[in-house]
């Protein structure tokens, strides 16, 4: 019995989504046919998403890039935002995540915001890998490449707690912010950051309070 799949592949990059087509269209089982659409900004995504709801045809699986271009109305500004609404109109969708960013920050993030049946980093992946990744989501999420794997261990066998908030104190920094410009970011005082570098200084143990060693320190342990 042919298994119909319907597929959102949602990239701004029209030769990377050729090459997932191709691949996934040469590496379905035989039982297996494929109805892909295409959007290449948030707009469409929104678009094709409301309409297959509007027309009681839900998409099965979503391919969603992370970087995007923003919404006309900049209520979207990634995949992310995407994501969190595909989960909203079409909660039996699966959500594979397709993104260039490794940093720590961004991975968790992704993790605990919309939770995916698939993660691949794009430097990990090649067209064998797309294939079992697409197959397991199917059958068997979740399926998460290498650098996701290895992350999730890591911050598994770490037994630093760090919260959310210190978390992106952390990737800020590491993305030049200074401390002064970190509380608008974060929706708290001045005086409040402060204290959470001098806690974040003691966890990692830096006596020097130099913003460097903190991060090497906090590099070295896979939160940045």
């Known amino acids: 019995m042919t298994e119909k799949i319907k597929i959102l592949m949602i990239?701004?990059?029209?030769?990377?989504?050729?090459?997932?087509?191709?691949?996934?269209?040469?590496?379905?089982?035989?039982?297996?046919?494929?109805?892909?659409?295409?959007?290449?900004?948030?707009?469409?995504?929104?678009?094709?998403?409301?309409?297959?709801?509007?027309?009681?045809?839900?998409?099965?699986?979503?391919?969603?890039?992370?970087?995007?271009?923003?919404?006309?109305?900049?209520?979207?500004?990634?995949?992310?935002?995407?994501?969190?609404?595909a989960r909203k109109i079409l909660p039996n969708a699966k959500v594979i995540i397709l993104t260039?960013?490794?940093?720590?920050?961004?991975?968790?993030?992704?993790?605990?915001?919309?939770?995916?049946?698939?993660?691949?980093?794009?430097?990990?992946?090649?067209s064998s890998e797309l294939a079992s990744a697409f197959q397991a989501v199917l059958n068997n999420p979740p399926f998460y490449s290498g650098t996701v794997n290895s992350f999730i261990r890591k911050s598994i066998t770490n037994d630093i707690v760090i919260d959310d908030k210190n978390r992106k104190i952390l990737y800020l920094l590491s993305q030049g912010v200074k401390t002064k410009n970190l509380a608008p970011h974060l929706d708290i005082s001045l005086s409040a950051v402060e204290k959470r570098k001098k806690q974040l200084r003691e966890i990692f143990e830096v006596n020097d309070g130099q913003d460097e060693t903190l991060l090497r320190e906090a590099r070295k342990t896979g939160f940045v």
Do not use: W
């Not at 046919?33 to 469409?44: G, H, K, Q, R, W």
């Not at 998403?49 to 099965?60: A, G, I, N, Q, R």
């Open 11 to 85: 990239d701004d990059h029209p030769m990377i989504i050729e090459g997932y087509q191709n691949t996934l269209l040469f590496t379905k089982k035989d039982n297996q046919e494929l109805i892909i659409d295409i959007a290449n900004n948030c707009d469409e995504a929104v678009r094709s998403m409301d309409k297959s709801v509007e027309l009681d045809l839900p998409y099965d699986i979503l391919f969603v890039d992370i970087s995007l271009p923003p919404s006309s109305d900049g209520s979207m500004t990634s995949g992310e935002d995407l994501a969190e609404y």
């Open 100 to 126: 260039m960013f490794n940093e720590s920050f961004r991975i968790h993030n992704i993790i605990k915001t919309i939770d995916p049946e698939g993660f691949l980093i794009k430097s990990d992946l090649t």
